[in-house]
């Protein structure tokens, strides 16, 4: 019997998995995926909000502002890539110069800090190369940029590390309600494995999926409007085109096409905002590409398309409400909603699962705090050691002198470590959000077949059954020998 079930491992499940851990429960989470942030949160602009732009008194709003401020502070813990680069938006037009003081408005009333209005010239000494019909900014410097995959991953791990119950590969299939006259005080929760899980709390965090989840136990008060959004991901060499994020004014459609360095210090561009029926659909097309292009030319004229590496796309859990919604299900107040989690969900996550512990204490969950609890999280990053650091490494294990991933300087001992670690990615692409091998210029040509061997080796899989991303997709052909394809707990 587990105290508290998580549906769901983006960065809310993840985010609402780490704050529960701190507690003594017996807290399990299942996710569809045979990887954590394998939702929205691996496809997304990366951007911790400043927090300008939600309608103040919002939930939006609360959730932004307190959000970045715990990510500050959690990335710090459990070593996340995040920087503090600032945002610009760009200003076009006399009605953009109103909107961008509309913005500043609402960022004062939302309590952002250190925010400015810029001329075109003070925003060009921040930004040189930004196009000539920049007529001002406002500048947030407060905005920050974070690896979203690490972010949540580091947040799962350490929950793992603490007792923490994952299994991957369990998409929920039906939920029972507790029945208290069959003496049933506790949800009933069967996964695609067809094995059953019982818990006296649930929390749903399944992204785009979340009113179908909601729907298992009869709830049906708000419905997800998909709505996808692609982008362009630009080589280092491409990255240092700007410092900023730059925005464009918002619209009713969303925050518009954006230009920002990544923290691992390529260029992200992006995304459009389309309404897509299937919530799965992350195909990108050309027409959408070409209008992301096309909108990212008004805001930097020098923009080295060239130098694209990759083209993906996420969906947001738009809902048929304008705010989030982070409360408990009319049909039992045991079951806490974290839906709707669009843009700033990345940014909001952390507070978001501050107040769902908040409702799940009101309706009767006893928050015991632990004594022993371990964030002591720390990854090894070789290409950022020193010449000494790395030699020592090395001597101590010689499979961090072999350089697989060549784009990015990521060894067999980084990989095997994550292989090991306390969530291991089983594809080619999970190991890519894990260590970065493969997230290079290369995009994997060289080296995957490199980390194919290594994934066979290190988990003992037949080398046949090791897939791309998702279960099934099979690499070198149909498996011979069994395959992943059962879900992992760890
Ligand atoms: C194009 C785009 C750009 C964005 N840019 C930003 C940004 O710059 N900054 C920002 O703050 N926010 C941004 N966002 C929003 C942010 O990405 C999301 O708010 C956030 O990732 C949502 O996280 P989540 O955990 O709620 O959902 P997800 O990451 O989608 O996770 C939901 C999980 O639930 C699992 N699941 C679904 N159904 C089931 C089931 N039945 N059983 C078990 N598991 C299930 C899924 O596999 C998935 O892993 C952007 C979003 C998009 C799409």
Avoid at 401 to 408: A, I, K, N
Wanted: glycine share 8%.
């Amino acid at each position: 019997m587990f105290d508290c079930t998580i549906i769901g491992c983006g960065i809310t499940g993840a985010a609402a998995a780490y704050l529960l851990s701190h507690y003594d429960l017996k807290l399990l989470v299942l996710e569809a995926s045979n990887d954590v942030a394998n939702g929205s949160t691996k496809a997304n602009s990366a951007i911790l909000h400043a927090g300008f732009d939600p309608e103040p008194g919002s939930l939006m709003a609360r959730a932004n502002v307190r959000g970045v401020e715990m990510a500050a502070e959690i990335c710090r813990r459990l070593d996340v890539p995040r920087l503090n680069c600032g945002a610009l938006v760009l200003a076009f037009s006399p009605d953009d110069l109103h909107t961008i003081r509309e913005l500043y408005a609402r960022g004062l009333a939302n309590a952002v800090p250190g925010l400015r209005l810029l001329s075109a010239v003070e925003a060009r000494q921040l930004e040189p190369y930004l196009a000539d019909t920049v007529t001002g900014a406002l500048l947030a410097p407060s905005s920050s940029i974070v690896d979203p995959w690490e972010y949540a991953l580091a947040m799962t791990e350490t929950a793992v590390k603490n007792g923490l119950v994952l299994a991957l590969g369990r998409g929920v299939r039906e939920i029972k309600l507790p029945d208290a006259a069959a003496g049933k005080d506790y949800f009933e929760l069967t996964d695609s494995q067809g094995q059953r899980h019982q818990s006296r709390y649930v929390i749903n965090a399944a992204g785009v999926h979340s009113d179908q989840v909601h729907a298992m136990i009869g709830g049906h008060n708000f419905r997800i409007h998909p709505v996808r959004g692609q982008y362009f991901l630009l080589d280092k060499n491409a990255g240092h085109t700007c410092r900023h994020t730059l925005f464009q004014c918002p619209t009713a459609a969303g925050k518009g096409v954006l230009v920002s360095p990544t923290v691992h210090g390529n260029l992200i561009i992006g995304p459009d905002a389309e309404a897509v029926a299937d919530p799965d659909n992350t195909a990108t097309t050309a027409e959408a590409l070409e209008y992301v292009r096309r909108m990212a030319l008004r805001s930097l004229n020098n923009i080295p398309f060239g130098e694209n590496i990759r083209n993906f796309a996420g969906v947001r859990a738009q809902s048929d409400r304008p705010d989030f919604i982070v409360e408990a299900s009319p049909q039992s107040p045991r079951f806490i909603n974290l839906a709707g989690i669009k843009s700033p969900g990345l940014s909001a996550a952390p507070a978001i699962a501050e107040m769902a512990l908040d409702l799940l204490a009101q309706a009767g969950l006893a928050l015991k705090r632990r004594a022993d609890y371990d964030d002591s999280r720390r990854r090894i990053r070789f290409r950022y050691l020193t010449p000494a650091q790395q030699s020592e490494l090395i001597a101590a294990d010689p499979r961090y002198g072999h350089v697989v991933c060549r784009c990015e300087t990521i060894t067999e001992g980084e990989i095997v470590a994550a292989l090991h670690g306390p969530v291991p990615p089983r594809s080619l692409d999970a190991v890519k959000r894990h260590c970065n091998a493969g997230s290079g210029r290369c995009q994997g040509s060289f080296c995957g077949p490199r980390i194919h061997e290594i994934i066979a080796r290190e988990l003992g899989l037949p080398y046949d059954a090791v897939t791309q991303n998702e279960d099934g997709s099979y690499i070198v052909t149909e498996p011979t020998k069994g395959n992943s394809d059962k879900g992992v707990t760890v």
